[in-house]
């Protein structure tokens, strides 16, 4: 197995107050999957990065952003057509946040402001029938704890996709693409400072649309379940690679 059998595409990069006491995305995801930045190919698309030819020794995942899918932006529109090769060759793929809905977008979905604004903080998940044969949900509780920040939504699966979970607010937290390809609009690799980070940022804002930011972030509690879903997605796929 090669030593950059992970490959992250490096969609956005946090504000700098955010980045300088948290670090940039890249860590983040390192930090989750235990997997130092050396060991990992970061290509960092929105700043002109190539993309690499899909690889189905590799793991891919596509990392939250700062944009919004319905720019259309060229870096975004190019990676939407990256994910439709990678998917024709069954690469092993995980989409957060911004790549949950560049996914849905490349793949024939609707991508949209949700109807009902944001969604931002720690919120509860909760899996849909179709989750309790999927292979890495089955062993999951009916409901988890994650932490979400995003403004806009898959409003609309791609056709055969399947939804496994919903929150309250968004109907669409966890679509299934086929043998190897997931995504998930909430972020497994926040953790509960990063979160509060977020909405410390955007505190005026929150409050000029009614919003708690203190009971937002006095709301929030660790989410290891919704960590875990992406450390599992990776040590499986990581397995196959080496019996294969």
Same mark, same amino acid.
């Given at each position: 197995?090669?030593?950059?059998?992970?490959?992250?595409?490096?969609?956005?990069?946090?504000?700098? *107050?955010?980045?300088?006491?948290?670090?940039?995305?890249?860590?983040?995801?390192?930090?989750?999957?235990?997997?130092?930045?050396?060991?990992?190919?970061?290509?960092?698309?929105?700043?002109?990065?190539?993309?690499?030819?899909?690889?189905?020794?590799?793991?891919?995942?596509?990392?939250?952003?700062?944009?919004?899918?319905? *720019?259309?932006?060229?870096?975004?529109?190019?990676?939407?057509?990256?994910?439709?090769?990678?998917?024709? &060759?069954?690469?092993?793929l995980f989409g957060v946040c911004?790549?949950?809905?560049?996914?849905?977008?490349?793949?024939?979905?609707?991508?949209?402001?949700?109807?009902?604004?944001?969604?931002?903080?720690?919120?509860?998940?909760?899996?849909?029938?179709?989750?309790?044969?999927?292979?890495? &949900?089955?062993?999951?509780?009916?409901?988890?704890?994650?932490?979400?920040?995003?403004?806009?939504?898959?409003?609309e699966a791609p056709p055969g996709?399947?939804?496994?979970?919903?929150?309250?607010?968004?109907?669409?937290?966890?679509?299934?693409?086929?043998?190897?390809?997931?995504?998930?609009?909430?972020?497994? *690799?926040?953790?509960?400072?990063?979160?509060?980070?977020?909405?410390?940022?955007?505190?005026?804002?929150?409050?000029?649309?009614?919003?708690?930011?203190?009971?937002?972030?006095?709301?929030?509690?660790?989410?290891?379940?919704?960590?875990?879903?992406?450390?599992?997605?990776?040590?499986?796929?990581? *397995?196959?690679?080496? &019996?294969?």
């Open positions: 197995m090669q030593i950059h059998s992970i490959l992250l595409l490096q969609v956005g990069t946090p504000p700098a *107050e955010i980045r300088d006491v948290h670090g940039d995305l890249c860590d983040w995801f390192s930090r989750l999957l235990a997997v130092p930045l050396d060991e990992m190919m970061v290509v960092r698309v929105f700043e002109g990065d190539p993309l690499p030819p899909p690889d189905p020794d590799r793991i891919a995942i596509i990392t939250g952003s700062w944009a919004m899918v319905t *720019e259309r932006l060229p870096w975004s529109e190019l990676t939407a057509q990256w994910i439709r090769d990678v998917l024709a &060759l069954e690469m092993p911004y790549g949950h809905q560049l996914m849905a977008h490349a793949l024939g979905g609707r991508v949209d402001y949700h109807p009902d604004g944001r969604e931002l903080g720690c919120k509860r998940v909760l899996l849909l029938s179709d989750a309790s044969d999927d292979p890495l &949900l089955e062993s999951c509780p009916q409901s988890f704890f994650a932490q979400l920040t995003h403004e806009q939504s898959v409003l996709a399947t939804v496994l979970a919903r929150t309250e607010h968004d109907g669409h937290q966890i679509i299934r693409y086929g043998r190897n390809a997931i995504s998930a609009q909430f972020h497994p *690799e926040f953790t509960p400072e990063i979160l509060s980070a977020c909405i410390r940022r955007r505190a005026p804002l929150l409050r000029s649309e009614g919003y708690d930011p203190q009971q937002m972030i006095d709301a929030i509690v660790p989410a290891p379940e919704a960590a875990e879903l992406l450390r599992r997605f990776v040590a499986t796929h990581r *397995e196959q690679q080496v &019996l294969s």
